[in-house]
T-cell receptor, first 117, second 111 residues
Framework: GAVVSQHPSRVICKSGTSVKIECRSL??????MFWYRQFPKQSLMLMAT?????????EQGVEKDKFLINHASLTLSTLTVTSAHPEDSSFYIC?????????????FGEGSRLTVL | LAKTTQPISMDSYEGQEVNITCSHN???????ITWYQQFPSQGPRFIIQ???TKVTNEVASLFIPADRKSSTLSLPRVSLSDTAVYYC????????????FGSGTKLNVKP
């Protein structure tokens, strides 16, 4: 079945640094990808919708200058957490759907655990 | 956007059938219902999807009444490894609109 891969799966960084997380659709093309954030024992919260070749759209309350999203190709979206702080520590998950239609299923990556010291 | 409501948690024992119900009162005509399973520190995994009546696959069944305002995920003969959080999502299957997660249901399977 279709696979969405995230990298890195875990990252630890110092406060003030920037971290980039990659999300790739391995065997399908995705014009749209979604980025979620999940805090411990909570549900997934949609952060933004990543659109290939255009600007991402952000959910209310999500700082677009803090969480930079780039969707440069039909198989790759990146999320950069800029000037990370401890409160940005979370589990980040991307998802994508096959642009050609297929089953319409939303596929999720394995997630990336960010820890900001 | 159709909002979903699920029980926060459920307990079961190994070998039992578990039914988790999700309410989605304002589901739209084009919306499908999809259930996902999530283990700690992993991304959600697709379980089953349906539009109406009953759908069955190798791991679960999905029951959807005629009014489609609710759905029930049925897991036959659960095992300890089925302990996870289960989410139901409602959305248009082919239009790339956003999917919002509800609280999910934490299923605890006991020996």
């Amino acid at each position: 079945g279709a696979v969405v891969s995230q990298h890195p799966s875990r990252v630890i960084c110092k406060s003030g640094t920037s971290v980039k997380i990659e999300c790739r659709s391995l065997d399908f093309q995705a014009t749209t990808m979604f980025w979620y954030r999940q805090f411990p024992k909570q549900s997934l919260m949609l952060m933004a919708t990543s659109n290939e070749g255009s600007k991402a759209t952000y959910e209310q309350g999500v700082e677009k200058d803090k969480f930079l999203i780039n969707h440069a190709s039909l198989t790759l979206s990146t999320l950069t957490v800029t000037s990370a702080h401890p409160e940005d520590s979370s589990f980040y998950i991307c998802s994508a759907r096959d642009s050609s239609g297929g089953s319409g299923e939303l596929f999720f990556g394995e997630g990336s655990r960010l820890t900001v010291l | 956007l159709a909002k979903t409501t699920q029980p926060i948690s459920m307990d079961s024992y190994e070998g039992q059938e578990v039914n988790i119900t999700c309410s989605h009162n304002n589901i739209a005509t084009n919306d499908y219902i999809t259930w996902y399973q999530q283990f700690p520190s992993q991304g959600p995994r697709f379980i089953i999807q349906g539009y109406k009546t009953k759908v069955t696959n190798e791991v679960a069944s999905l029951f959807i009444p005629a009014d489609r305002k609710s759905s029930t995920l049925s897991l036959p003969r659960v095992s300890l490894s089925d302990t996870a959080v289960y989410y139901c999502l409602v959305g248009d299957r082919y239009n790339f609109n956003k999917f919002y997660f509800g609280s999910g249901t934490k299923l605890n399977v006991k020996p």
